[in-house]
């Protein structure tokens, strides 16, 4: 429970007094159950913790002037246990500073839940079908797929943590004149020959004509019927050890993005569900044959009214004829919403889904597309627009590969790519600067972010070392021998928490559930990653202007060298930012596990950092 919902309690309690006592007239009691309000944060932190406007709501109804209204409320906090004071603002508004327990209850809350703060009860919610990426099986895992990849796995986790049942689903266009068109450059490079004009030519086609010679050499003398299949099965497993051709899974999975289905385009038509969507909406009235061609006709009432061919005047199937299918397949399997990730220059496609569904009499309403915007490569500002490796693209492989080398790590990468492509809101562009990304400094902001996390978990290793006394919470995930207390933190440890910025960063924390349901709502992981950073720079000014005061979380050397400092500390005040210290470690983790980018307990402090973690 957030402090916004402790305070609207309190002043629900309040306000039902209010209507009992006869102040809001005879039907006092129904015209406040009827009756909306909110409870929020002022626009200005010295207005107060939370402002309500609770006297505006009920001011119609009840037939007196919002102020009177707002003394009246203001009257009826005095005492409580959770409003410390209530004070008019403006019309009617009514500004209301909390006791500090309340902080603290908060808390505590948000360390007992521990992982699970913020999280709703797994598969309570809608069956979800997420599809995303489906990128042509024809070259590796470019970096404007990669946005796709992340943006829609980030969207799968939101989704899940507030009870969705998501199934990941990756479309493989395995028919169709690209694969054909794919495999015959295959074949052309494996005989010495230019591809065609309208074929592939890039570095990987190269590499996947030399395996297939040296491994299934009578693969390309087959038929293009043959030999398509098995060039796309192994762009999507790849070239064991190969740079250039890692295989559209393993580039994936590297990214951290894992599907639950791979599908495939050729099984609709090889199983016949084609041609039974096909009939269906012949009897229905929405074909039409014209020129040759067969054209999909919009029923009155659809959202586009546009005809669409679904087969080509020379028998061919058009794409949007395995799109009708699959849609139509994915709602007979139960799915309660179907969300599909595409590029902006894909919206056309939403509006033709929508349709074919719509005339076949299913839930069209069901179907929801994302849509996401263009991503720039640049290296210090310079745009990079093809690859050493694959020639003609700029492969997340490639970027990811280049970053780990320069942290030293694997994984770096795909932390680096997560966190850009999500720092920005799917309508905007993106501008990845892969020279900024492996910065090992703050003004890389994935260091940052991440730096913050280790900082927090140094605190809490440092209590350990110095066998400082602390509560435990089953959520304490770092190791340590230090003496530790089973149990939770007393009300008289709390008491200790007073400082304004641990107050204000409780607060932040109790939002975060809030947080979460909403950016699932909006499908925007980026709001994720906007709380996270706002973490890390509440906790670094926090920390900053603790060592101005000369103030700190732990015992200094300065005084940990003084004989008898033991009996001057005080423990009480340590054992409860340890433990605010360690609500915000979890909540921090939770947010960057939410949008996929890891956080590290241990990294090196940037050289210009010179803070100590004894603050």
Known sequence: MSLADRAKDALTSALEALARAGEFGENGMELLNATSWTVERPKRADHGDLATNAALALSKGVGKPPRVLAELLVRALAGNDVVASAELAGPGFVNLRLHARAFHAQLDETLRAGKAWGRAPAATGERVNLEFVSANPTGPITVASGRNAVFGDAVGRLLEATGARVTREYYINDRGNQVRAFAESVRAVSEGREPSEDGYKGAYVGELAEWLARTQPALLGEGVEHLAPACVAWMLRGIPSSATLPGIRPSLAALRVNFDVWFSEESLYRGGAVDAVMEELQARGCLERKEGALFFKAPQGAVEDKDRVVQKSDGTWA?????????????????????????????????????????????????????????????????????????????????????????????????????????????????????????????????????????????????????????????????????????????????????????????????????????????????????????????????????????????????????????????????????????????????????????????????????????
């Open 319 to 615: 794409y949007f004829a395995s799109d009708v299918a699959y849609a139509a397949d994915k709602i007979s399997r139960g799915y309660d919403r179907l969300v599909i990730v595409l590029g902006a220059d894909h919206h056309g496609y939403v509006a033709r889904v929508r349709n074919s569904l719509f005339a076949l009499g299913l839930p069209d309403e069901r179907f929801e597309a994302l849509l996401y915007q263009l991503v720039f490569v640049t290296k210090a500002g310079v745009a990079v627009k093809s690859s050493k490796r694959a020639g003609n693209i700029v492969t997340v492989d490639e970027v990811m590969d280049e970053i780990d080398e320069a942290a030293g790590w694997k994984g770096a990468g795909a932390d680096a790519l997560r966190f850009f492509f999500l720092s920005r809101t799917a309508s905007s562009n993106v501008e990845f600067d892969i020279e900024l990304a492996k910065k090992r400094s703050i003004d890389n902001p994935v260091f940052y972010v991440q730096y913050g996390h280790a900082r927090l978990c140094s605190i809490l290793r440092r209590a350990r070392l110095l066998d400082i006394e602390f509560y435990d919470w089953p959520s304490v995930g770092l190791g340590g021998t230090s003496a530790r207390r089973s149990g939770h933190l007393p009300a008289g440890d709390w008491a200790k928490l007073t400082h304004a910025d641990e107050l204000a960063m409780a607060q932040k924390l109790g939002d975060f559930p809030e947080i979460v349901a909403e950016a699932a709502r909006q499908r925007e992981p980026h709001r994720i990653v906007f709380y996270v950073q706002d973490l890390a720079r509440d906790f670094q000014s926090y920390f900053t202007r603790l060592k101005g005061e000369d103030d700190f979380i732990l015992p200094p050397e300065s005084v940990r060298s003084k004989p008898g400092w033991e009996e001057d500390w005080d423990f009480a005040k340590t054992r409860a930012r340890l433990a605010w210290v360690e609500a915000i470690r979890i909540v921090y983790a939770g947010a960057l596990e939410l949008v996929g980018i890891s956080a590290p307990e241990r990294m090196d402090r940037p050289a210009a950092e010179q803070d100590s973690d004894e603050a």
